[in-house]
């Protein structure tokens, strides 16, 4: 089961951090969860943000790999795909998720996954971090991103 066995991660002096949230729009009622999740989580850090909306979850790593060039120190990708009776869940989710690894790795910029892959609603409505739900993983990526962001600030420069 998701969300079993994750670590509990201490996240200090990250105030000074810049971090960007861009969120999908579709399934408004889980969008909403996640942006309050991720908003909740970098208030909690004394992190200021900027959110920056997109049509779906697809728009996510072009508009992440904008933000990353911005230079923001991390982004938190928000989004929810939920399975169909066509193969386009396959397509969108393997495009979202390489997408986003790509900008990771090109940038050296922490990018939060928050993309929820579901089968049905109530799965993604269980992880949007709502009232009754089980998980919240708007709150998780911020956590994971600002935690890698302040990790990598604070590896020091090989000496020559």
Do not use: N
């Amino acid at each position: 089961m998701s969300g079993k066995g994750a670590p509990e991660l201490m996240v200090t002096d990250c105030a000074d951090l810049r971090v960007a949230v861009v969120a999908a729009q579709w399934h408004t009622r889980v969008m909403d969860g996640l942006v309050d999740g991720a908003m909740r989580a970098l208030e909690e850090l004394g992190v200021p943000s900027t959110l920056v909306r997109v049509p779906g979850s697809f728009e996510l790593p072009v508009a992440a790999r904008v933000l990353a060039g911005r230079g923001y120190d991390a982004v938190i990708a928000l989004g929810v795909v939920i399975r169909g009776g066509t193969p386009h869940f396959d397509y969108v989710c393997q495009g979202v998720t390489q997408g986003l690894t790509q900008v990771g790795v090109d940038t050296g910029v922490p990018i939060g996954f928050g993309v929820l892959t579901c089968d049905t609603e109530d799965q993604a409505l269980d992880r949007a971090g709502l009232v009754g739900s089980s998980e919240d993983k708007g709150h998780e990526a911020v956590t994971a991103a600002v935690a890698t962001a302040a990790v990598l600030r604070a590896v020091p420069e090989p000496a020559r």
